[in-house]
């Protein structure tokens, strides 16, 4: 979806994969889901943050069914917002505009249909 209007993506298939990946190549964003394998977002998250380099990296949960509590426990790992599933698109355009550096803001943004729903 997002790849459709001209914003490239990278996956991780779990938090340990992130966490490397964000060593090896720059990104503007990380959506990292709390619930995976091996190492799940919230570790992954702790310990990118322990890398000065990525201090100023916008980091925002994805997690299915939040609770109350799953704000501050994302906070808390060093995130800095929560997106919970499942979203509308007009919600993720909301995230991206808040977290995007205004340099990577631009037409794409305007491109993302808000009637949608994405399940995650």
């Known amino acids: ?37 091996v ?6 998250t702790r310990l ?4 000065p380099e990525y201090a100023g990296l916008s980091i925002v949960a994805l997690t299915a ?3 109350s509590g799953d704000l501050k426990k994302c906070l808390d790992a060093g995130m800095n917002d929560l997106l919970a599933k499942p979203f509308s698109l007009a919600q993720l355009r909301a995230m ?14 305007d491109r993302l249909n808000e009637e949608q729903v994405v399940n995650g």
């Open 39 to 44: 190492m799940d977002g919230y570790e992954a």
């Open 48 to 51: 990118i943050r322990q890398l």
């Open 1 to 37: 979806m997002l790849q459709n209007v001209g914003i490239e993506v990278a996956f991780a298939l779990n938090g340990q994969e992130a966490y490397q990946m964000v060593q090896h190549q720059q990104y503007d964003l990380v959506f990292m889901d709390c619930q995976m394998p």
């Open 96 to 109: 991206l505009e808040k977290w995007l550096p205004d340099s990577k803001k631009g037409r794409q943004l």
């Open 65 to 67: 069914n939040a609770l």
